[in-house]
């Protein structure tokens, strides 16, 4: 078996965002991203990779998919180039299936710590929220509003694969505070003249179910978000600098809670 | 006055790492990055603006240069083009003078906090790094091994301007720990396998002048730096993941240690 032709171009297309909608499937690239999807239990459909890109790093992976009854297929360093994001493709492809993305799907799953995103629309800050929320033990990644797309490719390489180890829900805000307030979840948002601060928010939190809620750098956190929010934190900071990079300040906020959760605090 | 074509090449090839080199200046593109060199009370040497591109916010800007009796030009839409890193050029582009960065400089300034990027390669990484720097109070940010350049024109952007407001040094690490052993400066190192927790941290550091040291993601900071630390610090996490982003692992400790500086604690 090899890949056709017309089948190349199909894998071709989910490196756009119409591909992958239209084929609920999306690409990673490169050993270390496999590697993750390995760790995280998460099977490719088909590996692609070209003989004279691949290291032995590389070859140990697919013979661990071969093993594990992947399809696997040699193409040309000139067809890798072509369902490559990269500039300098990295031997090889995996694709994989889109996730589930339904909060209904979540409801079930008795999960505690959320991270909302709401208009995080650079690819590199949504990929690194999902590394940290794997991390400080996040369960789940909920994208609202004009965020990127999780399964982009430049997502899943600045998430450093960990977008293969934490669930994702893709909704409306509208519906996102919904499910929160029917689950009751409290809502953690932040806000420059928040009234809480961290270590407030650390001491009122307890081991209660919340949802982070981390807003664009621009305009913060939509009205709608900001009432509905149990509590509005600040990160103390000096006047000089007008915000934190929003992945910067939805990390320190998870960190805060995990440890929260982890530490035993007198 | 108007800018000649020799010029304008000098100018466009300050987008290299070698024009910058030779001409000791540097480029920031747009209204919001220039706004911060007012606040931070830095001053361009040439503003080049093209009509039609020019928002009203960056219409007063250049006023506002014009007051301050900052040589200004209009050019064409397309010589705007060509002095931009931007896919869509915003209208208006400020030339500035690198800052000094010899360590020398900095030893009399009584500096406290610094922090030391290793073999931060990453812009964007790098620019974060800048931005959580000056809002926590450090007020150096080294580099040294092979980190990106702190005035190429993506570190910039990704420090929404605070490399305006923040001091620079640059030089070997040979050096840089040299210089901290000279002034007394503890090294504050992250390792993995780090003896101190961030609270134990926070404990031990109290007001003592500290060089904070980051690393690359893949290999961690050099032996020699591990070596030369003064202390080992870790960010506890789930062990799913295997490290945390450069610039949020380096943040998350910048906003440690600046709570210690400035919280009352019992």
């Not at 209904?104 to 709401?118: D, F, P, Q």
Request: include cysteine; proline fraction near 4%.
């Amino acid at each position: 078996m090899s890949v056709t032709r017309a089948e190349l171009k199909d894998i071709q297309s989910l490196l756009t965002k119409k591909g992958r909608r239209e084929q609920h499937r999306f690409l990673a690239e490169g050993v270390r991203l496999l590697e993750e999807a390995i760790r995280h239990r998460v099977r490719p459909e088909l590996v692609l990779y070209a003989v004279h890109g691949t290291s032995d790093r590389g070859k140990e992976l697919i013979d661990l998919f071969a093993r594990d009854k992947v399809r696997i297929e040699e193409i040309s360093a000139k067809q890798l180039e072509q369902v490559s994001d990269t500039e300098t493709p990295q031997g090889l492809v995996g694709m994989f299936r889109l996730p589930p993305h339904d909060l209904t799907e979540l409801s079930t799953a008795g999960l505690r710590r959320y991270l909302l995103c709401e208009n995080i629309s650079d690819p590199g800050n949504l990929g690194t929220l999902f590394r940290s929320a794997l991390a400080f033990g996040f369960e789940a990644v909920l994208t609202a509003g004009q965020s990127a797309e999780p399964f982009s490719p430049k997502v899943v390489r600045a998430s450093a694969g960990t977008v293969f180890g934490v669930r994702h829900g893709v909704d409306t805000i509208d519906s996102v505070i919904s499910y929160a307030k029917r689950q009751q979840i409290a809502i953690v948002a932040t806000g420059r003249t928040g009234a809480m601060t961290l270590r407030e928010l650390r001491k009122t939190i307890g081991k209660r179910p919340v949802m982070l809620a981390i807003g664009s750098e621009a305009d913060g956190i939509s009205p709608l978000l900001q009432r509905a929010a149990t509590y509005i934190v600040r990160i103390d900071h000096e006047p000089e600098v007008e915000s934190l990079n929003a992945a910067v300040a939805g990390s320190i906020l998870m960190k805060e809670i995990y440890s929260s959760w982890t530490e035993d605090k007198k």
